[in-house]
């Protein structure tokens, strides 16, 4: 659990480099376990746009670095546990309003 909260602090502030083909994800239909094992660039790709969908239009073009990591690791320790959920349902137990 410790090297899944580790890699996804780093993911957390590796997003300089993308994919260099284009890719799409069912998100609905990524397990957490296929999210873990999807490599550190896909990792920081989906939390990020995970920080955006659960702002929504209620806040600023901000993002709060304290908060995106504790969000991160708090979504890593569910995503461990649980490895056959869905990451939209892992996303909204973590981030859900």
């Not at 239909?29 to 999210?35: A, D, E, L, R």
């Not at 056959?84 to 909204?92: E, G, K």
């Amino acid at each position: 659990m410790k090297t899944t909260l580790s890699l996804l602090f780093a993911a957390a502030f590796s997003l300089s480099s993308m994919p260099a083909h284009a890719v799409k994800w069912d998100l609905s239909t990524m397990t957490c376990k296929q999210f873990l094992e999807s490599g550190e660039d896909n990792i920081a790709v989906v939390l990020t746009w995970m920080d955006g969908w659960y702002k929504g239009d209620e806040d600023n073009a901000i993002i709060d670095t304290e908060v995106f990591i504790d969000n991160a690791k708090k979504f890593g320790a569910y995503c461990g546990k649980n490895p056959t959920v869905s990451v939209v349902t892992a996303a909204d137990e973590i981030l859900g309003k």
